[in-house]
């Protein structure tokens, strides 16, 4: 059992940054590909980005690409999300997700395991 606990978001002005931070617990959280997902208002949750367990390979939807970047430090169990130049569309609330099985869909929410409990991102001056 993984367990996942995002921390990172708050309001921020457009154009502004934030950086999320999905803490992992245990042992085998390096075998995990990990992703990041949002969910607007009155909107169904969408895929932002996802990295491969041992973070060779990354994807991203279009609307964050150039402007996410996923990463992960397997030492410390934690995948991060650094976001830039945001946009008020970008206001959401971000989950961390953690899947099992390898070269499954990084981009559909039905591939991943596991979820944490989300953190607020609002973009907006």
């Known amino acids: 059992q993984v367990q996942l606990v995002e921390s990172g978001g708050g309001l921020v002005q457009p154009g502004g940054s934030l950086r999320l931070s999905c803490a992992a617990s245990g042992r085998t959280f390096s075998s995990y590909d990990m992703g990041w997902f949002r969910q607007a208002p009155g909107k169904v949750r969408e895929f932002v980005a996802a990295?491969?367990?041992?973070?060779?390979?990354?994807y991203y939807a279009d609307s964050v690409k150039g402007r996410f970047t996923i990463s992960r430090e397997n030492t410390q169990n934690t995948v991060y999300l650094q976001m830039s130049s945001l946009k008020p569309e970008d206001t959401a609330i971000y989950y961390c997700a953690g899947k099992v099985l390898r070269f499954s869909d990084y981009y559909s929410e039905r591939s991943y395991d596991y979820w944490g409990q989300g953190t607020q991102v609002a973009v907006s001056s």
């Open positions: 990295i491969t367990w041992s973070g060779g390979s990354t």
